[in-house]
């Protein structure tokens, strides 16, 4: 029995590598302990179809779940689908599988678009009558005839306004929003710098990309400066405006500072939240480059107004809560030591009960993309327990800094934390969630930060080194990894001073 088993964790193996070898960036294999396996493909010339096979340690003894991804497929379809090839699964049990049910699903997709393509060309049965084609040939003249005299100038695609972004330096590719067709949230916007602007035949399936058919508008800040719909083209003046992109910029600016909005003078550059918050999650950390999000000196930004401030900013993050109460209390006692020396501080200090560790973070514009991000959580539960089902446990040890106005305590993890990250975030792009911390992270958890008032009140924006020194190998202790949470960065809290949780998903 040992020996047969051995056979067949080999045999599981060789798949799973074959897989990898044959979709190249197209597959995702993710294997942990226990032998359990949870593979993704979605393969190039399918375009909008993938497949998620979560795969048991007695595969393929038993068949491994089957999901199949499809925002174009029809509820009715992927059925059909799903129950073709469970039978398929059925009729293989005891040998390696997946490519088998991948290139089933292949073919049962291409006989089902035959049969859609046939049944769009048929006709009612009756030819259709040489009498009634004139008829139609002689609308179609009459209309064309009509329409002459009316012509609209041609506008310029959306194609032209990307490749017009991509490559005029005088346009700054963050500052334009684009608003596009979702098939199931309908239009939803979000930064142009989130999308991968190369043909989709050849990004990564887990890359942020839409058809530009389904691009309906184009901002400038707020400003809408293309719309299909309502042919507005201010961006080359296409339709007869006779404004250019440039001139858009100009003016808006302008009436930025007729209105007062332009403060660099008062702020010096600064880059803060909002005063008073303890949410160091609009940060994004990276390795090897200065964040986007934490700009420490920008003249631009600091001309920015409210409203595209808050705009660019992610709003909700998900993250670790650090509910180990030695944990809690070393960095009660480190921030207790830091405020006797310079008590000015208390209002940077992040609450025990606000403690954790930032996963990700993720701009959600509306109570339906909340509520999007927190069934997307619920429904990979059992993906997420199982790529963590030997335990994680973080070891928080030594302190540091980001720009020297933010310090933390450092998390040392394993490789398995990182592939856990890695899922979650392959997961929430899967579902068009923007993630605003696209870049490498750092496992940290935020022990205070600077404010503006205080950093006035101290006349540095610096936190002086000599107050945490002496902590740089202090050991804060371990946490284990028992649940995540999707967080609001509303300053509103919980009774327990924890953030506002739309989701919470239980992984013990």
């Known amino acids: 029995m040992a020996g047969a088993e051995t056979m067949s964790n080999n045999e599981v193996a060789q798949e799973m590598a074959d897989l990898k070898t044959k979709y190249g960036k197209y597959c ?53 689908l799903l129950k073709h090839l469970t039978s398929v699964a059925d009729g293989l049990q005891g040998s390696v599988m997946i490519n088998n049910l991948v290139e089933a699903a292949r073919a049962w997709i291409e006989q089902k678009n035959s049969e859609k393509g046939t049944d769009a060309t048929a006709q009612s049965g ?12 002689k609308k179609t003249k009459q209309i064309k005839e009509d329409v002459t005299d009316e012509k609209k100038p041609s506008m310029k695609t959306a194609e032209d306004v990307i490749s017009r972004i991509l490559w005029d330096d005088n346009l700054p590719s963050d500052a334009f929003v684009v608003g596009y067709i979702d098939r199931f949230l309908g239009i939803l916007e979000k930064s142009f710098t989130a999308f991968s602007w190369e043909d989709l035949a050849s990004v990564d399936y887990n890359v942020l990309a839409v058809p530009k058919h389904r691009i309906q508008y184009f901002k400038y800040k707020d400003v809408t400066v293309w719309d299909k719909t309502q042919r507005l083209d201010n961006v080359f003046g296409s339709t007869g405006s006779k404004l250019t992109i440039l001139d858009v910029m100009g003016k808006y600016e302008d009436e930025l500072a007729r209105k007062g909005l332009n403060e660099v003078a008062n702020n010096e550059g600064e880059d803060y939240d909002d005063d008073g918050s303890d949410s160091d999650d609009d940060i994004t950390v990276t390795i090897g480059t200065v964040s986007e999000n934490y700009n420490a000196d920008s003249d631009d930004d600091a001309t920015e107004d409210s409203f595209w401030t808050d705009k660019l900013r992610p709003n909700h993050f998900i993250a670790v809560r650090i509910t180990n109460s030695d ?46 991000a927190s069934r997307m959580l619920q429904s990979i539960q059992s993906e997420l327990k199982a790529l963590i089902s030997s335990g994680i446990t973080l070891q928080l040890e030594g302190v540091d800094t980001f720009f020297k106005r933010v310090l933390y305590a450092k998390v040392h993890c394993e490789q398995n934390f990182l592939d856990f990250v890695d899922h979650l975030k392959l997961c929430l792009s899967q579902e068009g969630l923007e993630i605003k911390d696209a870049h490498e992270f750092v496992p940290h958890m935020t022990l205070m930060k600077t404010t503006r008032p205080v ?3 101290m006349g540095t924006k610096n936190i002086d080194p000599s107050l945490y020194e002496c902590f740089h190998s202090l050991e804060f202790g371990r946490q284990n990894i028992e649940s995540i949470h999707l967080c609001s960065m509303a300053e509103s809290r919980q009774e327990d001073g924890f953030y506002l949780t739309p989701a919470s998903v239980n992984l013990q």
């Open 126 to 137: 009756k030819p259709e009558s040489k009498k009634a084609k004139n008829k139609k040939i």
């Open 455 to 457: 950093s006035r009140l």
């Open 28 to 80: 995702k294999v993710i294997s942990h302990a226990g032998g359990t396996y949870i593979v993704d493909i979605m393969p190039c010339d399918l375009q909008d179809v993938g497949f998620k096979f979560p795969v048991p340690c007695n595969y393929p003894a038993v068949i491994p779940q089957i999901i199949i991804k499809s925002s174009t497929m029809t509820a009715l379809d992927k059925e059909q």
């Open 327 to 372: 944990v809690v209390s070393a960095v009660t006692d480190m921030q207790d030591a830091i405020l006797e020396v310079e008590p000015r501080y208390a209002p940077c200090i992040i609450p025990g009960g606000a403690l954790h560790v930032t996963l990700c973070v993720l701009r959600l514009d509306s109570p339906e993309q909340v509520s999007n």
